[in-house]
């Protein structure tokens, strides 16, 4: 009888070990000789480390994950060089494989991926909004500099183009959100940047959703934001 649950248990460990992972994310830092690489995602608002890899004389690493549908992940370096300026890029993974290229000296913005639709419309999203935000410092520094000359007048325009530009920061969004409803990044754009705007736009974004869409993780939260409670 022991020798019976000994071999039922080392047959549950190959079977364990022999479990297939339906995801395959692997990347190259190029310039890196000493880190570790974290995979991160946040649950209840907590920023939760999936795995990492620590990395000694290679710039390479693989993550094995199993997701259901495509889901939002942070990719954390700490460069191990004493500094306290770490990088973290924001991915969308997706079931299936997925390569990363990025360079150690400019981690975000060197950053090329294959195999994630999503992600390549969240770097074409983010890249638009880099635009806004550039424009939107601009005019915080002239109205700064009408404020400190006592010109009203100066003050009240620039206020007045902050609104303008914010107004078509928040369209922009809605309208990404709509011609790409049919991946996950409309209903995840919807929750995680617009979230505050005027509630017939969410609803407009959520009818628009195909039902697969309408049931992954972030339709879900916009249906959710769409009848608050």
Known sequence: MKTKLILFSVICMLLSCAKKHNTT?????????????????IKDTNLITIDSIALNGSNKFNFNLDLNEPDVFMLYLDKKDGTIFNDRLKIFLQPGEIKLTTKLEDFNNSAKMTGSPNQLKLEEYNAMIQKFNIDDFKLAQLNNFAQKSGRQDYVDATIKDLDKLIKRKYLYSVNFALNNKNLEIAPYIAVSEINDINIKYLDTIYKSLPEQIKTSKYGIQLEALRHPK
């Open 25 to 41: 994310f692997s990347g190259t830092i190029k310039g890196l000789s000493k880190g570790t690489v974290y995979l991160q995602q």
